[in-house]
């Protein structure tokens, strides 16, 4: 099902939102050759979902713009398999690092505390330079009313914001909770998303229909 949501605050249509309810294999066949401004997402990190990553950086390199990012986060353990995936087709640019706070995980396998969460900035071909950009940034914190795998909202908000304007497109692939859709909402981008998961989906859905509020 592909519910087109086209979001109405005081009758101006400034919000230009779709998200759909399929496996991103599908949804990606939808995104024309070289759309996309910037690609924020956040796949899930289990070894039977790596080739996600290959599908993600095959397809983010047809359809960003040239020079422009897919962030992505990507759990420590996975992040050699990864970096191996997203090499195969784009340019590494660098590991941006949110610390965790509160309390810190332990990797019980490699007997390691686990002090923050990795995202991968990559870009397609040569790097346009659109700001600096520090790669250690504070989030918010935990969020999981929306999704188990929730992200807070801080750090989708100051990338998106700091890479794209007003207008521009922004797509997640692995939409979960709707986190990336409602960041963008909330800065006037352009948003196309996927999940696979009809329970998530709705939430995803349901949260870019509610009115504007202060959630960050
Ligand atoms: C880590 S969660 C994303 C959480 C999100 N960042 C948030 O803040 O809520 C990854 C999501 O990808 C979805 N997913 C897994 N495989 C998928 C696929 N093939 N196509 C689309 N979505 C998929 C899962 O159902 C899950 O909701």
């Known amino acids: ?6 979001v109405k605050q005081e009758q101006s249509t400034k919000y230009d939102i779709h998200l759909s309810n399929i496996d991103a294999i599908e949804g990606f066949k939808m995104i024309p050759d070289h759309s996309i401004d910037l690609i924020f997402t956040d796949p899930p990190y289990t070894k039977k979902t790596m080739y996600l990553y290959s599908l ?3 397809e983010a390199k047809r359809i960003l713009k040239k020079g422009h990012y897919l962030f992505s986060y990507c759990g420590n353990y996975f992040l050699p398999d990864v970096l191996e ?20 995980p332990i990797h019980w396998e490699r007997r390691i505390v686990n002090g923050y969460k990795p995202i991968l900035m990559y870009s397609n ?7 600096i950009l520090p790669d250690m940034i504070k ?8 999704h188990k ?3 807070h909202i801080s750090l989708p908000l100051r990338i998106i914001d700091k890479f794209t304007r007003k207008g521009d497109l922004v797509l997640d692939p692995f939409l979960g909770g ?3 859709a409602q960041a963008c909402k ?4 352009k948003c196309r998303g996927f999940e696979l998961d009809p329970e998530s989906y709705q939430i995803a859905k349901d949260r870019i229909l509610e009115p504007v509020l202060t959630e960050y």
């Not at 099902?1 to 086209?6: H, L, P, Q």
């Not at 090499?87 to 810190?104: F, M, N, Q, R, S």
């Not at 989030?139 to 929306?146: A, I, M, Q, S, V």
């Open 149 to 151: 795998w929730g992200q």
């Open 125 to 131: 071909g040569p790097p346009i330079y659109k700001c």
């Open 178 to 180: 709707g986190t990336t």
């Open 1 to 6: 099902m592909i519910v087109k949501a086209r």
């Open 85 to 104: 995936r997203f090499h195969a087709h784009l340019k590494y640019h660098w590991l941006i690092v949110e610390p965790h706070t509160g309390t810190h």
């Open 186 to 189: 909330l800065l006037e981008r």
């Open 56 to 58: 993600l950086a095959r």
């Open 139 to 146: 989030g918010g914190g935990k969020d999981k009313r929306f």
